[in-house]
């Protein structure tokens, strides 16, 4: 008998996928936020359109649980890329040779600067019950979901000037009450995310004089590095790294990456082929990024030894 959900759309699976996690994860007694998303449409926070994966968050101590629980449901745990990254790893992908999308389970989410548990806790005392697929699923609320999806965009756009950073400004602010704006900022000071979305808060008219300055100004330092590195700049410092007899390999590798990795670089499910155009249209970006990277480097080392 052929299962079912191999025909599935990606639209139909990723609500169905939900309603999955949050069953895994009360019957482990785990707490589980589903967050982006058919959520954040279901909030008023962005358009209607399908999800190419599924995102949930928990708490860092029960990671490695909901991800046991998940794979003795059938799931696996996809490829751990080697790539060069600025951003270290915040979560694990899943996969599945049933289901048409993978899953990514957070276990912190960049630009809360605070401790990842305390995070959590703070989302999850503010979490509210979303109906997917016919099931209530535990979700970050509204407020806790602008944070999150307003920092997934200044992690592109760290100064605020993105059309998707623009299109929510205009729907957070057409969707939140005055006290959830308020709530907003008050999140930001719990989660000590007010650095990180003072751009975003101050396009909602927040004052600047009740955003403040960040709590950990090393973690701050950490973030701005990592948002504001442009072209291949974490290859350059990956091959700063490595010792000359490995350049070579590492070039290679830099080039072309395993075929699961340039699934993943590129957003798009393991086994769909298409490897050769994902290649050569990465290839572009990094050789057409190249000098960019090789100023903005060249500024951080006159600025380091100044």
């Not at 895994?24 to 589980?32: E, H, T």
């Not at 899943?94 to 993978?102: E, G, K, Q, T």
């Not at 948002?227 to 590492?250: C, I, M, S």
Request: hydrophobic share 45%.
């Amino acid at each position: 008998m052929v299962d079912t959900a191999l025909r599935l759309r990606a639209d139909e699976a990723v609500p169905l996928l939900h309603t999955l996690v949050a069953r895994a994860a009360a019957d482990l007694g785990l707490r589980v936020l589903a967050i982006k998303g058919p959520v954040a449409a279901l909030q008023g926070l962005r358009k209607p359109r399908p999800s190419a994966d599924l995102d949930v968050l928990v708490h860092p101590r029960d990671l490695e649980s909901l991800v046991a629980g998940l794979v003795a449901l059938g799931w696996r745990r996809g490829v751990e890329g080697t790539y060069a990254s600025i951003m270290p790893p915040h979560s694990v992908n899943l996969l599945s040779d049933l289901w048409p999308v993978a899953m990514d389970v957070h276990h912190y989410f960049p630009g809360f600067l605070a401790d990842a548990g305390a995070v959590f806790d703070v989302l999850w005392a503010g979490h509210e019950l979303v109906t997917l697929a016919g099931v209530p699923v535990p979700a970050c609320d509204p407020v806790g979901q602008v944070a999150v999806l307003a920092l997934h965009h200044l992690r592109i756009s760290p100064d605020g000037d993105s059309p998707a950073l623009r299109e929510l400004s205009s729907r957070a602010g057409a969707t939140l009450s005055a006290d959830e704006v308020r709530a907003l900022v008050q999140l930001a000071h719990a989660t000590d995310a007010t650095a990180t979305l003072r751009p975003f808060l101050l396009a909602l008219g927040v004052p600047d004089a009740e955003i403040g300055p960040a709590r950990d100004a090393i973690a701050l330092d950490a973030w701005n590095r990592r948002v504001r590195a442009v072209g291949y700049e974490a290859w350059f410092l990956k091959f700063a790294r490595t010792p000359k007899r490995r350049w070579p390999r590492t070039l290679w590798h830099a080039l072309v990456l395993t075929d699961d990795e340039i699934h993943v670089y590129s957003n798009v499910p393991p086994g769909s082929g298409g490897l050769l155009r994902l290649r050569l249209r990465r290839i572009g970006r990094g050789l057409a990024g190249v000098p960019r990277t090789v100023r903005a480097m060249a500024r951080e080392r006159r600025r380091g030894s100044g």
